[in-house]
């Protein structure tokens, strides 16, 4: 069951290169055709981590719905090096109203 | 209104037992809802905590990667970075949280972090920094990649319950209750309407042979 699979980043070049760093696979895409087909190469290719830069998130929403509900791969939101969109932290209070019909995560720290 | 059904016997047994096994699913699936509810709590509060710190952490090792960018130039960059140090790899495999399959991943071969894939003399020590600081946050980042992926497929597996335990609770149970009553009452309606023709036509009888 177990594999070994490696992880890749997506993103403008600036910000994924240091994950090359790592040995993590960065792909660099700029355009959204360019983020959808690396989104959908990668995961083709049995990858089971993409981190993908916020802004390169944002004009690939279709891509990344559509690897949403399975296992693999897990796309994952992470800031650029301009700074955080808020999109991570959407995410998770996107899930909990789903999952609890209210914000209650959000709520409670302030 | 009921559904259209023949109000015979048969039709009510049947309705009766299916009234019966609605109502235990619905029982089970309301369980499984509240446990996945409880579950889905622990790792959402994991999954918020760790981006935090995630985000934290890279944002702060990409402005040095910045201000690396920029004492060295571009080329320079690129060509200390061409060659990975290590590779990073990670084994997967599935759990099962309440009948959804979600995955784990785990990193492998977490050899010595400190050593850094190029030599010291082209380039700035920001770079350094830039590379070491997120190095230090690998670990966590995969974790987030699977705590958050596990939160999607919960939210969307709750989700999903939900609908059914609602479905259940709203429209099939009710309506099957009233098609029961529907076809007892006419069953019954019938009963009576024997009952009285009989006793109609007993009477006849017994006129006649007054």
Do not use: W
């Not at chain 1, 944002?58 to 690897?67: F, K």
């Not at chain 2, 190029?118 to 920001?126: I, N, R, V």
């Not at chain 2, 309606?189 to 036509?201: D, I």
């Amino acid at each position: 069951m177990a594999q070994e699979i490696t992880i890749a980043a997506i993103g403008d070049r600036d910000s994924v290169m240091l994950f090359h760093a790592l040995g993590i696979h960065a792909v660099y895409a700029d355009d959204a055709q360019g983020i959808e087909k690396a989104i959908h190469q990668l995961a083709h290719a049995g990858c089971a981590v993409i981190y993908i830069t916020e802004q390169a998130a944002v004009l690939a929403p279709e891509a990344i719905e559509r690897y949403k509900t399975e296992p693999f791969p897990a796309i994952i939101p992470i800031p650029n090096r301009s700074g955080s969109l808020g999109l991570g932290m959407q995410g998770i209070r996107a899930n909990v109203e789903k999952a609890i019909g209210a914000d209650i995560l959000f709520g409670e720290g302030r | 209104m009921a559904q259209r059904v023949n109000p015979t016997r048969m039709e009510l047994t049947r309705l009766k037992k299916r009234l019966k096994t609605a109502v235990r699913g619905h029982k089970l699936l309301k369980d499984k809802r509240d446990e996945m509810v409880r579950q889905f709590m622990v790792y959402i509060r994991r999954d918020k905590e760790l981006r935090e710190q995630v985000e934290a952490a890279l944002g702060a090792a990409m402005g040095r990667f910045a201000i690396a960018g920029a004492r060295m130039g571009e080329e320079t960059l690129a060509e200390a970075l061409l060659y990975p140090a290590r590779e990073a790899r990670v084994t997967t495999g599935k759990r099962n949280i309440m009948s959804v399959d979600v995955p784990t991943i785990r990193q492998v071969n977490t050899d010595e972090p400190a050593d850094l894939p190029y030599g010291f003399a082209f380039t700035s020590s920001e770079l350094d920094g830039a590379v070491l600081d997120l190095t230090a946050v690998l670990p966590r980042l995969i974790e987030l990649a699977e705590v958050e992926k596990t939160c999607n497929m919960l939210a969307d597996e709750i989700e999903k319950t939900r609908r059914r335990v609602n479905a259940l609770e709203h429209v099939m149970i009710p309506e099957m209750e009233e098609t029961i009553r529907f076809i007892t009452m006419k069953l019954e309606e019938n009963e009576r309407g024997n009952l009285n023709r009989l006793m109609k036509v007993k009477e006849m009888m017994m006129a006649e042979q007054a």
